[in-house]
Structure formats: structure tokens, C-alpha cells
């Protein structure tokens, strides 16, 4: 359970980044944010074996989308499939957090840390 509040929080931290996120008219740079924002998610696959960590990183991925794809609800032409278009996007882009936690924890506790930016942008 823990693992999944951090995870989760981490994903909601990573889209506090994102400047519309929390006040749409008032736009200030919160960059800032993303610096310690996958903290928790490393702290929730510290020691973790892949599956583990993909789960983890599942969750924080598809926390992130849910929260930065939100204006998908406002699109009126959806109708009643814009709740399943945003939670089925989310989830589906949530698999590349998957993929990158699954491969950092695969990698080792040490050597993990030194890889993680580098897959993190490939």
C-alpha cells in the first residue's frame, strides 16, 4: 500500500510541472516541480524486482496522464466516451512509466540511479 501512495504521489508531484495544471488563466513557471518529483517513485522501487517496479511506475504513469490529460473531458464530441477515452489513454501511456521503472529496477539499486535519466529520455 505504500508503494502505491508514493507511486501515486509521485505522478501527481511530476504533473505539478506542468503550469495549467492547477490554475488554467495564471500561468507560473512550477518547472521546478519535476526536480523532486520521482523521488517517491524511487523510493517505491528501491528494492523492488521489475514486475514490482512496473507496477509502481504504472500507477505513477497513469496518475500523471490522468491529471495532465484531463482536458480530454472537456471534448464535447466524445460524448459519454470521454470518461473511458481519458482513463483508457492514461493507462495506456502509464506503460511507459512502467517500462522505465521495470528497467531501473532491473538494473540494480546503484546502478539503476546512474541509468535512470538516460532511459528516462530515451
Given amino acids: 500500500m ?4 508514493l507511486a501515486a504521489a509521485s505522478g501527481l508531484a511530476t504533473s505539478l510541472a506542468f503550469p495549467s ?3 488554467p488563466g ?3 513557471w ?3 516541480a519535476a526536480w523532486g518529483a520521482l523521488a517517491p517513485l524511487f523510493a517505491a522501487i528501491a528494492g523492488a524486482g521489475p514486475r514490482r517496479a512496473a507496477l509502481a511506475g504504472w500507477i505513477a504513469g497513469t496518475a500523471f496522464f490522468a491529471s495532465t490529460l484531463s482536458w480530454i473531458l ?3 464530441e466524445l460524448e459519454a466516451y470521454r470518461p473511458a477515452a481519458w482513463l483508457a489513454l492514461s493507462a495506456a501511456l502509464g506503460t511507459f512509466w512502467s517500462a ?3 528497467l531501473v529496477a532491473a538494473a540494480g539499486p546503484r546502478r539503476g ?3 535512470a535519466p538516460g532511459l528516462w529520455w530515451a
Fill in 2 to 5: 505504500r508503494d502505491v501512495l
Fill in 21 to 23: 495544471w492547477l490554475t
Fill in 26 to 28: 495564471f500561468r507560473p
Fill in 30 to 32: 512550477t518547472g521546478w
Fill in 74 to 76: 472537456a471534448i464535447k
Fill in 100 to 102: 522505465w521503472a521495470a
Fill in 113 to 115: 540511479l546512474l541509468l
